[in-house]
Structures are given as structure tokens and as C-alpha cells.
């Protein structure tokens, strides 16, 4: 139990244009999801919380107008890259988090998409 | 959320336990302990948390000490597919983010 999946794994895309990332939680509703960037063997940065229904909580220092995520339903959240750069290259990471009841929280990750801008 | 300091990088021979120590010394007291690994280019995976206690499951033990300021993540038998980079983080209780430190870039030698 507790699946995350991410489409696409991998994207190449030209400057200028946008992209979507779609994360999935395949066998649990997850109230909450996660959005990570990470760069080249240096750890995962944080970049948003969404909540199912309401607006993302962004991190300092990320631009809301330049990566938009949709947290419409119990089980996908999708980040859009808009307006690509190639300094938005890199691996971007969802995880999902279930409320079992308790205090805690356990995150669950996805396996990443791979964004490449040229 | 309490910071963590992980050693950058640890050997462990094949078969043998793997020991990785971890300290959170501003660690209050609902704050708990995850343990996750990442093999590279993939996602994070779960391995582990606890309060107080000590924690066991089919992974790995999870060892913290009585004043909650580190704690030790013990795989019994390392295999070669363990070797990752493992991350320990510190979690409030009403705070559901995880904070990612540099984590310990694990190597299990055959």
C-alpha cells in the first residue's frame, strides 16, 4: 500500500513553454501533498504544500506564479512549470501524506520526473 | 523543525550491520524521528520513525537515545541494493513538512 505515481517520468521541453507534472496517490487519499525540486547530488528542497480544495503554501523563495499546482481531488495534485527555463532543469519530486487516524503523518514519495528544458 | 546532522558519507561491508547515527540535539518533545533512503534518481523511501522508543520493522531498527538528542538507524544486514543516500529528519506535530538535511551517503562494499 501507499502508491505514489508521477507522469511524465522524464520531459524534454523547449524554453518558453510550460509543463505539467501530474502526481498520483494510486491506493489512498492523501489530504496533503508535497512538491520537491532537487539538484544534482544536493538534497530535496521543499517548494509547496497543497491541501485538497485549497491554495498551495509555498516555500520562500519559490515563485507561485511560475510553478502552479492543482490539488483538486483526494488523489492527484499537479505541478505546472510555466514559462520554462533551462535553470528549471531538474527532478521533481511529489510525496503524499495520509492522515491514518494518529498524529503522525507519514509521507509517501513518488519516483520523480526528470524535467530537462533546452 | 529541530535540525539534523548526519555524517556525509559511511562504508559498510556486505552482510554486515550498517550503523548510521544521526544527531538532533534542539529536538523538542513531539517532535518525532523519520528515517528515509533514496537510491539514485529515484524517490525517497520510507523506512522507518519513532518518539521515544525504539522502533523495529522489516527494514531496519530505529535506536534513540533517552534524551531524545540522536538516534541510530541500524539495517542488520546490509545488501549491496542498500546502498543510498538515508535521511534523517526531524517532524513536529502539527507541522506536516519535512525538512531534508544532506543525509549520509551509504556504500555497502561486496
Known amino acids: 500500500g501507499a502508491v505514489v505515481s508521477q507522469h511524465p517520468s522524464r520531459v524534454i521541453c523547449k524554453s518558453g513553454t510550460s509543463v505539467k507534472i501530474e502526481c498520483r496517490s494510486l491506493d489512498f487519499q492523501a489530504t496533503t501533498m508535497f512538491w520537491y525540486r532537487q539538484f544534482p547530488k544536493k538534497s530535496l528542497m521543499l517548494m509547496a504544500t497543497?491541501?485538497?480544495?485549497?491554495?498551495?503554501?509555498?516555500e520562500q523563495g519559490v515563485e507561485k506564479d511560475k510553478f502552479l499546482i492543482n490539488h483538486a481531488s483526494l488523489t492527484l495534485s499537479t505541478l505546472t512549470v510555466t514559462s520554462a527555463h533551462p535553470e528549471d532543469s531538474s527532478f521533481y519530486i511529489c510525496?503524499?501524506?495520509?492522515?491514518?487516524?494518529?498524529?503522525?503523518?507519514?509521507?509517501?514519495f513518488g519516483p520523480g520526473t526528470r524535467l530537462t528544458v533546452l | 523543525d529541530a535540525k539534523t546532522t548526519q555524517p556525509p558519507s559511511m562504508d559498510c561491508a556486505e552482510g554486515r550491520a550498517a550503523n548510521l547515527p544521526c544527531n538532533h540535539s534542539t529536538i523538542s518533545g513531539n517532535e518525532y524521528v523519520y528515517w528515509y533512503r533514496q537510491i539514485h534518481s529515484q524517490g525517497p523511501q520510507y523506512i522507518i520513525h519513532g518518539l521515544k522508543n525504539n522502533e523495529t520493522n522489516e527494514m531496519a531498527s530505529l535506536i534513540i537515545t533517552e534524551d531524545r538528542k540522536s538516534s541510530t538507524l541500524i539495517l542488520p544486514h546490509a545488501t549491496l541494493r542498500d546502498t543510498a543516500v538515508y535521511y534523517c529528519i526531524v517532524r513536529g506535530f502539527t507541522g506536516n513538512q519535512f525538512y531534508f538535511g544532506t543525509g549520509t551517503s551509504l556504500t555497502v562494499i561486496p
Open positions: 510525496s503524499a501524506s495520509r492522515r491514518t487516524g494518529g498524529i503522525t503523518d507519514t509521507q509517501y
Open positions: 497543497s491541501n485538497e480544495g485549497s491554495k498551495a503554501t509555498y
